[in-house]
C-alpha cells in the first residue's frame, strides 16, 4: 500500500465526520476508530494552516503588522484554548452525567476541525488575488469554515457524552462558565506567585545587602 493510501485510510474518520457527523463520532467514541495520534495530526495541519494564514493572507484582509506575527505564539494560543475547552467541559460534563472521558472531548474537537483545514489554506490563496471590493468571498470561506466547526463540535459533544440537544447546549453554557472561573483563578494565581516572588526577593536583597 502506497504511503498516499495509507495516509487517506487513516483520514478516512475526519472526512467520514465531516459527511456523516453522528454516524462518525459514534465510530469514534464506541467503536475505537478514534486515535489520539490522528487527533494530534488533525491539530497540527490545524497549526500550519493558521500559521500559514496569519503569514500570507493579503492585507485587504489582515492589517496587522508582519513584524508583530508570531507563529508561535499563535500555536501556543490555540493549545492554550483547545486544553481550556477540554478542561472546562470534562469539569462540568462529571457532574452532568456525561460519559466522554477528557480524551474523547479532545479527540472530538480535533477531529471537528477538518473543516477549518480545508477552507483556511483555499481562502489564504484566494485574498491574494481579490479585490477590495471582494474580500467579502474570503470572509465567507472563512465564516463558513468555523461554522462547521463549531457544529461539529456541538454533535461531538452530544454524541460523546451521549446527551440530547437541550442538554448538550446547557452544558456548552455551562462550559463557557467554568472558562471565565478557570481563567479568573489562573489570573489569580499568577498574581499571587509574582506578589510573594516579590517579596521573596526583596527579602534577599535586604540579607544580601547587609
Known amino acids: 500500500m502506497s504511503a498516499v493510501k495509507r495516509f ?7 472526512m467520514r465526520i465531516m459527511v456523516q457527523p453522528f454516524a462518525g463520532f ?8 478514534g486515535t489520539m495520534k490522528l487527533a494530534f495530526f488533525n491539530f497540527a495541519l490545524l ?16 492589517d496587522s503588522h508582519p513584524l508583530m506575527r508570531n ?3 499563535d500555536v501556543v494560543v490555540l493549545i492554550a484554548m483547545v486544553l481550556l475547552f477540554s478542561v472546562a467541559n470534562w469539569s462540568v460534563t462529571s457532574l452532568t452525567d456525561g460519559e466522554g472521558r477528557f480524551k474523547d472531548i479532545v479527540m472530538a474537537i480535533c477531529y471537528a476541525m477538518t473543516p477549518l483545514i ?13 479585490s477590495s471590493d471582494e474580500t467579502g468571498f474570503y470572509f465567507l470561506l472563512m465564516g463558513v469554515g468555523m461554522f ?29 462558565v467554568a472558562i471565565l472561573i478557570i481563567v479568573f483563578l489562573l489570573t489569580l494565581l499568577s498574581t499571587l506567585w509574582q ?12 540579607i544580601t545587602f547587609r
Open 195 to 206: 506578589q510573594l516572588y516579590g517579596f521573596i526577593y526583596s527579602v534577599y536583597l535586604e
Open 8 to 14: 487517506f485510510g487513516l483520514y478516512a474518520l475526519p
Open 47 to 62: 497549526c500550519l494552516s493558521f500559521m500559514y494564514n496569519n503569514q500570507y493572507a493579503s492585507i485587504l484582509v489582515d
Open 148 to 176: 462547521y466547526f463549531i457544529l461539529l463540535v456541538f454533535v461531538g459533544l452530544i454524541t460523546v457524552h451521549n446527551y440530547g440537544a437541550v442538554k448538550a447546549l446547557l452544558t456548552v453554557l455551562l462550559t463557557f
Open 118 to 130: 480545508l477552507t483556511m489554506i483555499p481562502a489564504t490563496l484566494i485574498s491574494n488575488f481579490l
Open 71 to 73: 507563529s508561535v505564539v
Open 26 to 33: 459514534y465510530a469514534m467514541k464506541f467503536e475505537g476508530q
